[in-house]
């Protein structure tokens, strides 16, 4: 039990185009989904908290308007990476908890995201 | 300043041997997360720690939760190439705070 399905796993994009992810909790609602970004062997760096029927509370750094973040219902939050540009080229995954707190994660499988 | 800091950043065994991997910070959780993430994966879970002292086994992880609840440890016995991966400490602060995730330890076991 506990899937979050990340789509898509992987895409390429030219500058300034937007991109869309979808982050899906499969079999339990997510009353909280998470954004992260992850460059190659680091840690997550936590881009902002989406809660659902709410707008998304963004982390100090971070372009609400360039990284746009929906959830729609309780099993689906999408982050749009608006008029992209290489800088933006990184690894994003998501996350979901049926319950605020310290219950678990449980992340997608992330989207490799490459903008030539 | 990272809130959570793990040591070592990276590590290169070989099979068979042992290793240690440490999550510290200078605040209280109430509780802590262990998760391992694989090369173009999302992190999974290990452990959930909420006692201070307290000892979790899972097969050949050992983890522990400081008797502070400001630190813990990751113990690995006899490690395998399929322990391969980057172990992530997570801890939560309590109330309606976030989870927040260490720096992050990349194991690599030789075989």
């Known amino acids: 039990g506990a899937v979050v399905s990340q789509h898509p796993s992987w895409v390429i994009c030219k500058s300034g185009t937007s991109v869309k992810i979808e982050c899906r909790s499969l079999?339990?609602?997510?009353?909280?989904m998470f954004w992260y970004r992850q460059f190659p062997k680091q840690s997550l760096m936590l881009m902002a908290t989406?809660?659902?029927?709410?707008?998304?509370?963004?982390e100090q750094g971070v372009e609400k308007d360039k990284f746009l973040i929906n959830h729609a219902s309780l099993t689906l939050s999408t982050l749009t990476v608006t008029s992209a540009h290489p800088e933006d080229s990184s690894f994003y995954i998501c996350?979901?908890?049926?319950?605020?707190?310290?219950?678990?994660?449980?992340f997608g499988n992330g989207t490799r995201l490459t903008v030539t | 300043t990272q809130l959570l800091e793990q040591s070592p950043q990276f590590l290169s065994i070989q099979e068979g041997e042992n290793l240690t991997v440490y999550c510290n910070s200078s605040?209280?959780?109430?509780?802590l997360q262990w998760y391992r993430q694989e090369p173009g994966e999302g992190p999974v879970l290990l452990v959930t720690?909420?006692?201070?002292?307290e000892v979790k086994k899972l097969k050949r992880l050992t983890f522990q939760f400081g008797d502070a609840r400001k630190d813990s440890s990751l113990h690995i016995t006899a490690a395998q190439p399929g322990d391969t991966g980057l172990y992530l400490c997570?801890?939560?602060?309590?109330?309606?705070?976030?989870?927040?995730f260490g720096t992050g330890t990349k194991l690599q076991v030789i075989p």
């Open positions: 996350s979901a908890q049926s319950r605020t707190g310290d219950s678990p994660l449980h």
């Open positions: 079999d339990f609602q997510a009353t909280t």
């Open positions: 989406s809660n659902e029927g709410s707008k998304a509370t963004y």
């Open positions: 605040s209280v959780f109430s509780s």
């Open positions: 720690v909420v006692t201070g002292g």
């Open positions: 997570a801890g939560f602060l309590g109330g309606y705070q976030k989870v927040t």
